[in-house]
């Protein structure tokens, strides 16, 4: 059976900047945070080809984390240009909804950021590619086991 996970359109302002732009949300739990009752607001980009998680969320709990010589995954690049350090490794974690609707736990591969000042961001591996998205608007969802 799966079920069905509402995405939301909302407005999103870039930090130190005056544009905003739309983009899709969903609310995520971390396996890191298990007392974290109202989850989390995330950005779904389905041009990411990775998810990118804040330090507080993945620094308490022991991933795995690859050794990698691959220099863009260990960079970040904000939508303004500007770099950050990271690593790369797995998390799990859990999708829902306002109704409330919530996902299994999903394993995703992501990367791993040392700072707190971005957002949660969703991308395809691990997540899109497995998983169905609906785009219709107001009316849009995540299809997932």
């Known amino acids: 059976m799966h ?5 939301y359109l909302s407005e999103y302002k870039i930090r130190r900047s005056k544009n905003t732009f ?3 949300r969903s609310y995520v739990y971390f396996e890191s945070a298990p007392d974290d009752r109202n989850g989390r607001r995330a950005i779904i980009d389905t041009g990411a080809p990775f998810s ?3 330090r507080s969320f993945w620094q308490k709990k022991e991933y795995v984390i690859f050794e990698n010589r691959i220099p863009e995954l260990n960079t970040i690049t904000s939508i303004t240009g500007e770099k950050k350090p990271c690593c790369f490794g797995w998390v799990r974690l859990i999708l829902a909804d306002n109704k409330p609707s ?3 736990w999903i394993k995703i591969p992501a990367k791993l950021a ?3 000042d971005i957002p949660i961001l969703l991308g395809v591996s691990g997540l ?4 169905k998205l609906v785009l219709n608007g107001p009316l849009s969802y995540l299809v997932v086991p």
């Open 128 to 131: 899109l590619d497995t998983h």
């Open 102 to 104: 919530f996902s299994d």
């Open 3 to 7: 079920k069905n996970i509402q995405v």
């Open 52 to 54: 990118i998680i804040p």
């Open 114 to 116: 040392y700072t707190d």
């Open 22 to 24: 739309k983009r899709f």
